[in-house]
């Protein structure tokens, strides 16, 4: 376990310097049915805060809320924010929220990184990532999920705070990658990004949107909220009709990576980790893996729209 261990971080630290990465992806994709790292949390910027809207004002790009104390810093009251795009288009008076308060230089208080508090979809979303885990458990040494084999069952966020259900994804094909939004490395999360844009625009072309799903889940999600997902999406130009980003409890991702057998781990300021883009079928079944940033997805494409 050790060697393997090792092994990794040396891949990691040569793909960041040369381009042998596609080398160093499908040497640990030969373990992957042993060990898929668990990453630990990226430091999140900001106070914790918590407390219920009040007012969701799109114009002044504000919302007010009524916040609970926060220990030696600020007493409870109603106050006005600063918001992301993203989350004033999620939100809505009346909800509870946890959020990271951020005061600017400016003197600006900020919130970031908001999730609602929301008993009925909380309870959902922990039910599926105890199913996940426990299937996870069960699995054992066979955890990894090969080509052939179904997808998992899960539910998370997507990028307008909305529960998502993998059977929302059922009689249609499903592409699905791993990636996280403060990544820096061009030929990472970015350019895993432009492929699975490249492979919606291509299905497009062929007429075929209806039949397709793109997903691509966080491996930073206290991070990548719900807003700040749909800011990412945005901040794109993508098209988020049929390419869902997606977040939830860190549980059920670490979970989801084991099974589908991606590596990640924290080093520095970075989530290290691999790239695996899967293919699934409208039954559930993957049926295609590719692993890497550099992949046909013209092959993608093709097994989409046949």
């Given at each position: 376990m050790t060697s393997k261990i090792a092994g990794f971080s040396c891949c990691v630290r040569r793909w960041l310097g040369v381009s042998l990465v596609t080398t160093a992806l499908l040497l640990t994709a030969c373990n992957r049915a042993e060990k898929a790292a668990q990453?630990?949390?990226?430091?999140v910027p900001?106070?914790?805060?918590?407390?219920?809207?009040?007012?969701?004002d799109l114009e002044r790009g504000t919302l007010l809320v009524d916040h609970d104390?926060?220990?030696?810093?600020?007493?409870?009251?109603?106050?006005?924010?600063?918001?992301?795009?993203?989350?004033?288009?999620?939100?809505?008076?009346?909800q509870r929220i946890r959020a990271r308060l951020i005061e600017e230089a400016n003197?600006?208080?900020?919130?970031?990184?908001?999730?609602?508090q929301d008993g009925l979809s909380e309870s959902q979303i922990a039910a599926a990532a105890a199913e996940l885990h426990e299937d996870t458990v069960i699995r054992g040494s066979k955890v990894y999920r090969a080509v052939g084999e179904n997808l998992p069952d899960f539910s998370l966020y997507d990028q307008s705070g909305q529960v998502v259900d993998m059977?929302?994804?059922?009689?249609?094909?499903?592409?699905?990658?791993?990636?996280?939004?403060?990544?820096?490395?061009?030929?990472?999360c970015p350019a895993a990004v432009t492929n699975m844009m490249t492979v919606q625009e291509g299905v497009a072309a062929a007429g075929k949107s209806d039949q397709l799903e793109l997903i691509s889940v966080t491996f930073d999600p206290e991070y990548d909220t719900p807003g700040v997902?749909?800011?990412?999406?945005?901040?794109?130009?993508?098209?988020?009709?049929n390419y869902s980003f997606l977040t939830g409890p860190e549980s059920a991702i670490k979970d989801l990576l084991r099974q589908l057998g991606?590596?990640?781990e924290v080093e520095g300021p970075l989530i290290q980790h691999t790239l695996a883009t899967l293919l699934v079928n409208e039954e559930g079944r993957i049926i295609d893996r590719a692993d890497g940033s550099r992949w046909d997805t013209q092959q993608f494409v093709r097994k989409i729209v046949r």
């Open positions: 990453p630990e949390r990226l430091p900001g106070r914790p805060l918590t407390g219920q809207i009040v007012k969701v104390p926060i220990p030696d810093y600020m007493p409870q009251m109603v106050m006005e924010f600063q918001a992301g795009a993203g989350d004033l288009a999620n939100l809505e008076a009346g003197g600006v208080f900020r919130l970031a990184h908001i999730w609602v059977n929302r994804f059922r009689g249609k094909k499903v592409v699905i990658n791993f990636i996280y939004t403060r990544c820096p490395i061009a030929t990472m997902l749909r800011d990412y999406a945005a901040a794109r130009g993508i098209d988020t009709s991606v590596l990640a």
